[in-house]
């Protein structure tokens, strides 16, 4: 859906997407990142479990929603990605303690 | 850059950091003031200057001389004193001017002796059916992408709406060496008779020669479709196709992996409605906009609003609203040292040059009626799935308002607390009802604004008076 441009000179950072190692850029947005990876990003809503992608990358739509190194819910459009972080794609309802 | 808040106490605490944010932060601190900045993302720029202290896009021409614009605010804040915090979520106001802000998993809380809402516009709903599949996503979503990680789209896309940031946009794809296959304009006919009586001062603004420009620059690669009246994307549990109707009537339907929706922008209100601030509809934004004097002062004593939250405006009008509103508060504050300031009078006639133009893009670019109004199937609510027919069928069995349609339907209480279905709700309800939007209201907004842990309510500090007015015994 999105490809990164060539001009784009920042360093690499590993992240984990469901255990899967997938090469982020310093300065992506954990979103950002994953609609870059070409990797099945979406979740599933806790409603009906329909599957989403981000809408609005800027906070406001809520459909980012995504485990981040274990705590579930987090806007995935507003967290910076890490070296080594774990993103699960989250599926259904937050689970309870995550 | 994300630790807690240095101070309890603030002169001015500033919300948002975008152009009209950090404007009002740089001349309040600039004053003297004791000036606290917070604002929810990674860097500094809001939207129109997303990532301006970090972005890839090293070409400067790409981004274009509007954008980089932003680099000196920046450059303005940094050098004055004021107390910058990114990645703070502002949670509460309210109208003694506490302040409850999230800061890395906690809380911290501080009072303001005025508070400047900068909190700029989101994207105006866009309920087409189809679209919350994966692969629709709002044009200002693309261009995030774009300006903070130099990611453009390459499957075939199609960009679907109007306003000036559709074009916008689109330019700047194509320069980064993006695909667009298709655009559909929505813009109706008939507007472009309406907005006539504006042109000349539209003519006469910045804003006209920028946009004839970019315009052509888009046209000369892309396949350009105007007057469309109908859009819907389909596809099974991702986008497979967008279908339209095009000015004289015919459909079409081809198939895309995104499409990029855009309709203006309004208001972001949450966090000024939740202190209480008064809001009226506004007939010719078709948005609620707070009620505000010259200086930008809201209803609630304190609190300032600045910026597209104060009414769409644009990014030049943000920056001088933000000095008005900081010169206003230097004046209350710390008259002394309002004469090192510009003064109102050359801040105002600013102000009414930048907003040269305005009406004429409001009037050209007003959204029809069946983009705004959903019916049958599609979906209002995003997060808790809720169709027009949902709640045109709540309405009919008594819901007579936002607020009442809650309890039946949950439509506004999912996370994004009303963010992305506020405004359709109003305007649906209103229609169903006969009623105006203004008569219809919007839902009661309550702080937190934005969702934070119990985990992290819990942990906030406790006197032993707030213990004992929950403990029994």
Redesign the interface.
Known sequence: ??????????PQVQIFVDGVAVAA?Q???VS??L??SGQDA?RS?A??G??????????????C?VTIDGVG?RQG??V?VAEGMQIEIQKGKREIGR | MTVAPKREDYDVVVIGAGPAGLAAAATSAEAGLSTLLLD???GPGG?VFR?IA?T????RSQLGADYWVGADLVQSLRASNAEVIQ?ATVWSLDRNLDIAVSVGGASAFVKAKRVILATGA??RPFPIPGW???????A???Q??LK????????RTVIAGQGPLLWLLAAQILR???RIDRILDTTERGNYFAALPHAFAFLTSPYFAKGLSMMREVKAKVQVVSGVTELSASGD??LANVSYVAAGGKRETLPA??LLLHQGVVP?VNLAMAAGVEHRWDELQLCWSPVLDASGSSSVAGIAIAGDGAGIGGANAAVVRGRIAARAAVEALAPAAAAKLPAMATLRADLAKAERGRIFLDTLFRPAPQFRIPSGDTIVC????VTAKDVLDSVAIGATGPNQLKAYRRTGM???QG??CGLTVTELMAQARGKTPQEIGYYRLRAPVK?ITLAELAAVPKSEDDVKAVVRG
Do not use: W
């Open positions: 859906m999105f490809r990164r441009s060539e001009q784009d000179k920042r850029r300065g992506d947005t950002a990142a609609l870059a979406r809503t409603v009906s329909a599957p989403r992608l981000p809408y609005c990358m800027m906070g406001v739509c809520f459909d929603l819910n459009c507003l910076p | 929810e993302n990674i939207q990532a970090s890839p896009v090293t070409d990645r989101l994207e919350t599949l994966p692969g629709v996503m709002t200002g979503a693309a995030t992408m903070s990680s130099a990611l453009v789209p390459d499957g980064l060496g993006g549990g991702q992996d995104l972001n995003r997060c808790e799935e999912g996370p994004c963010r992305l969702p």
